[in-house]
């Protein structure tokens, strides 16, 4: 069975990668280069990628701060810093890349179709999450019906499968999970900033330090004082 | 009323996007540089942006090459040459791009939710075509869920309107409406060869020259002795 795992180098792609190979995948890890702030996290995804063993690691450019309209793709905006879990429930936050999603799955569904691919990986996470819409079962249910009318494969009536095993779960899942397959968290990389070390005060690294602590874990990755 | 046009230089692309102008709507365009064979057709699509009047032209890099499975992206593969309409319309052929329309159309639904736009004009044509399943009525259909689902204008009840103005027209009928726009077909490149003139024998140079013959027209683009 062959799989391509849509690869950021944080926490979530990391540990859906692994649970691919569990699933007895050949992996093919797809990355973007889209000048994001935090490109930092490409070279937690390509150690990663080496680590889990994948057959290709494809990193993809394609630059999205032509048109920004997101703190991760213009510099100008400010991340939002230190705010509660609950405060991140509220809305979309101006860390939503526009269509990002929707443009990452696009590329993965071509080089999938192009392996002759049986799934594609991704790890959207609809719960303990910021907000985003292209996180959500309904969007993915969607991209599904694009894959299956929108390819030579799915008119054939074989469609690739979006696999989401980190859909329904709560962050500190995602973390045990992580734990039971290995995931070499200390390679990874969440942070929407982009220091040598992560910052401990954005959406995602508050996220991440609260599901380890709630598990009572030590987070291996480097945090600047706070 | 804002509109984004997919916009590739040839005859169907060129006549949405003076068919937007028509409609009132303030034009972007947008091109996309994925190493195509024919990237000829990149100066045809300046060309009529320039001439259309629109008010920004992106020309987007996406290297689709990478992983090529298609006659377009891997000059190892020949083009079809010669093929009579009824032959092109049995099977996907192999010029088809793996999930082209579904990249181009992601793209394009980010920078319209960046301007805020109500529309995404593409010029996609389910008749007297080569079979391509991307550019069939229940697939944008797919996609305007996903535009739906996937954006934050989306899910906050104002999606992005896929127009497809060409849909359901036959070539001769695109000419006509090209015609009654005043569409100058001599900056247009339809041509999958990559030539100083359009080869005449490729598919697209057979489908459009097929048309403007029907109409007892004469195609104003230079086209190889065959």
Chains 1, 2 share one sequence.
């Not at 400010?78 to 590329?107: C, D, G, H, W």
């Not at 079962?137 to 390819?151: C, H, K, N, S």
């Not at 709560?170 to 040598?196: D, F, H, R």
Request: with cysteine; hydrophobic share 40%; net charge neutral.
């Amino acid at each position: 069975m062959k799989a391509v795992i849509l690869l950021s180098g944080g926490l979530d792609s990391s540990t859906i990668l692994y649970q691919a190979k569990a699933d007895g995948c050949e992996c093919y890890a797809i990355s973007f280069d889209y000048q994001q702030r935090h490109r930092r996290e490409l070279e937690s995804a390509k150690s990663i990628a080496l680590s889990a063993g994948v057959k290709v690691h494809q990193i993809v450019n394609c630059d999205l701060t032509v048109w920004g309209g997101s703190a991760l793709t213009d510099k100008r905006l400010e991340l939002p810093k230190k705010r509660t879990l609950a405060e991140m429930s509220q809305n979309i936050p101006i860390t939503y890349v526009p269509a990002r999603n929707t443009i990452f799955l696009s590329f993965a569904l071509a080089w999938a179709e192009t392996l002759e691919a049986d799934r594609i990986y991704i790890g959207v996470n609809a719960l303990d999450y910021s907000g985003y819409p292209d996180c959500r079962p309904d969007y993915i249910q969607a991209m599904q019906e694009v894959f299956r009318l929108g390819t030579k494969q799915g008119r054939e009536g074989n469609p690739i499968k979006i696999v989401t095993p980190l859909i329904d779960m709560k962050k500190t899942e995602i973390v045990q999970l992580g734990n039971k397959l290995g995931v070499p968290w200390e390679q990874t990389w969440s942070c929407y900033a982009s220091g040598e070390s992560a910052c401990g005060v954005c959406d995602a690294c508050r996220l991440r330090l609260a599901a380890f602590a709630e598990l009572g874990l030590q987070d291996p990755v480097p945090y600047a004082a706070v």
